[in-house]
């Protein structure tokens, strides 16, 4: 059974630092890793997605990274900002998605 | 614009009571999904549909019922079997294989009183 966990849990860091979450999955059969961005009491908002055939994707000052074979996946903030801060989930499926636990990160001035 | 709208926002419900949250999608997108988010806690699916008047079961169905009579909407039932209600339920859509446009509704607090 597919498991994904995400960490650290909790991030807090000064404005300006560049910053990177981790997700790991047990099963490297995945189809797409996603990366989910989730304000307090909010939906979910699709930051990036990898396909599994691909390496990495970039959006602005986040890159994520897919390494199939050490069942990983990486977030890069480049240049953190206040507005940053939030919970971030990583999923994986195509379909029926399976979470990982979320990394809260705080940005602050 | 296109979009996934949950209601209501906030639910609660007395013990025994059963209670339905609304999910409505304009996207026209085939599937849709519901899933329960607990606090600190990723999500997890109850229920999803791929196709109007077909749906199944998630990995925590047990005290749940949906329906898809219609493909914009796809209505949630919390029955009184379900012993801890209490979470944050969300819905989203997409297009069966295709992940881009995954879209989430911004999500429905059910408390039990």
């Known amino acids: 059974k597919q498991e994904v966990t995400q960490i650290p849990a909790a991030l807090s860091v000064p404005e300006g630092e560049n910053l990177v979450l981790n997700c790991s999955f047990t099963d490297s059969a995945i189809y797409n890793l996603q990366w989910f961005r989730q304000d307090p009491g909010k939906g979910l908002t699709s930051l990036l997605l990898i396909q599994s055939s691909q390496r990495e994707q970039t959006s602005g000052r986040l890159n994520a990274s897919l390494d199939k074979s050490s069942g990983r996946s990486t977030l890069y903030i480049a240049a953190s900002q206040p507005g940053d801060s939030a919970t971030y989930l990583c999923?994986?499926?195509?379909?029926?998605?399976?979470f990982g636990t979320g990394t809260r990160l705080q940005v602050f001035p | 614009d296109g979009g996934i709208t949950q209601s209501p926002k906030y639910l609660f419900r007395k013990e025994g009571q059963n209670v339905t949250l609304s999910c409505e999608q304009n996207?026209?997108?085939?599937?849709m999904y519901w899933y329960r988010q607990d606090p600190g806690q990723g999500l997890r699916l109850i229920y999803y549909s791929q196709i109007v008047n077909d749906f199944q079961k998630g990995d925590i169905a047990e005290g749940y019922s949906v329906s898809r009579e219609k493909k914009e909407s796809f209505p949630l039932t919390v029955t009184s079997a379900q012993k801890n209600p209490t979470a944050f339920y969300l819905c989203?859509?997409?297009?069966?294989?295709?992940?881009?446009?995954?879209?989430f509704g911004s999500g429905t607090r059910l408390t039990v009183v």
């Open positions: 989203a859509s997409s297009m069966p294989g295709q992940p881009y446009g995954y879209t």
């Open positions: 996207l026209n997108h085939d599937a």
């Open positions: 999923a994986v499926g195509i379909d029926k998605l399976i």
